[in-house]
């Protein structure tokens, strides 16, 4: 993280990288003198809602990011920035995305939790693009000509008003991770009831064992024994209304629908009271880790692994084979879990997989017989490339 004063002091020139976090309200003119050098600019978690038309000078820029400011309108100006790839402005209340204001080399777009009700068809017209984030908006349709996306691999519109599947999308070549949940379309009229409800009030949290988009999962114990459940539970404490894949309440709901899988983490429990809601699983033993790590800005939409991570050839097809029967188990449940990856899969040192976070996934069985076999289709190249990325870190064998 950088500061005000560094910028203005010029000790920040000739770097590639800006992040600036103070509580910003106007567009710091000092950025300016960076406009030969910048590559990333972050001015996330601020209270900007505009950005200056000399933006455009940064001919070197290709990421920005401003989540979580009071942007209403996508700056046009962004479109004009001859080398820009990454557009990030998260949780703001963006209600209008001009038709200009999308870069021409647009590969990421991330716009989820805003206001937005309609996008421009220029948004068809972006063929570099691979990532859209858009759920949690206001959308009621999107544009016809997002069938010439070619390139989109994965997509996010969860949390919408779309009444009507978009079947431009369901044909597209590379789409792999989609999350469609809580919208109109595809709604659930469903409460399962697989697991008992009980009370927050039932355990005490203890140390995390992990967060992501959705919730925080935590080490639990029972202030007093519960059922014939075991003694230490995990517990994921879903957060807010809305989050980066969709309603925690449509995961919790499919996290129930699926089922018992020998690879997938075990629900024991739910919580559902005002303002609080929680799913309690059976504690993963602590020998399993994580099998990837998540995709960087450079990959985009594919995992990445620790250096020199190898495995077996015969490591390889247990881990292939344990995931090709969770895909068929998802699928029979009409589950697609829209978030396939290694990243969301753990590994013990038997080549034993668990695999969870169903934070994108999405009921599908109020869809045609045909928008079903799409659906299934689109999953599978998710399983394609686990696949291959599976086979990538084989290890030299004598």
């Known amino acids: ?6 910028l203005k002091n010029g000790e920040l020139v000739g770097i590639t990288r800006l992040f600036l976090s103070e509580g910003l309200t106007e567009f710091p003119m000092e950025i300016l003198t960076l406009s030969d050098s910048l590559e990333v600019l972050d001015l996330s978690n601020n209270a900007l809602s505009s950005l200056p038309d000399e933006l455009v000078q940064f ?23 001859e080398n820009l790839e990454m557009v990030g402005f998260k949780a703001n209340k963006i209600k209008q995305v001009p038709e ?23 948004l068809g017209e972006r063929p570099r693009l691979q990532k859209l984030a858009l759920a949690g908006n206001k959308l009621t349709s999107l544009p016809e000509n997002m069938h010439q996306l070619h390139n989109l691999e994965l997509l996010r519109i ?3 008003d779309l009444s009507e599947c978009p079947e431009q999308l369901l044909n597209l070549p590379k789409l792999a991770w989609f999350a469609f949940a809580g919208n109109p379309f595809s ?58 894949d969709g309603y925690p309440k449509d995961e919790l709901q499919v996290c129930l629908k699926v089922g018992g899988h020998k690879n997938l983490v075990k629900p024991l429990a739910q919580v559902t009271e005002v303002d609080y809601l929680a799913l309690i699983m059976e504690l993963i033993p602590a020998d399993y880790r994580n099998l990837g790590l998540p995709p960087s800005l450079d ?33 029979a449940n009409q589950v697609c879990h829209g978030d396939l990856y290694a990243h969301n899969t753990l590994l013990d040192n038997d080549a034993n997989i668990i695999f969870g976070d169903f934070g994108a996934a999405s009921m599908y069985h109020m869809l045609s017989a045909e928008q079903q076999a799409k659906i299934k289709n689109i999953e599978s190249r998710a399983l394609k490339h686990f696949n291959d990325d599976m086979h990538s870190l084989l290890a030299l064998e004598a």
């Open 1 to 6: 993280m950088h500061t005000l004063n560094q």
């Open 158 to 160: 969860s949390a919408n």
């Open 187 to 244: 709604y659930a009229d469903v409460h399962i009831e697989s697991v008992p409800h009980i009370s927050a009030s039932s355990y005490l949290l203890h140390e995390v064992l992990g967060q992501g988009a959705s919730g925080v999962i935590s080490k639990a114990t029972w202030h007093k024994p519960i059922y014939d459940f075991p003694p230490q539970v995990a517990v994921k404490v879903f957060k807010g209304q809305v989050t980066s």
């Open 100 to 122: 200009h204001a999308l870069p021409i080399k647009l590969r990421w777009l991330i716009l989820t939790d805003n206001l937005i009700e309609a996008l421009p068809n220029t």
């Open 299 to 331: 990959s985009c939409t594919r995992d990445t692994f620790t250096d020199n991570f190898t495995l077996t050839s015969a490591e390889i097809d247990k881990i292939i084979n344990q995931m090709q029967q969770v895909f068929a188990h998802l699928h």
């Open 59 to 81: 001919k070197k820029l290709k990421i920005i990011f401003a989540s979580n400011n009071q942007f209403e309108i996508l700056p046009e100006v962004l479109g004009q920035c």
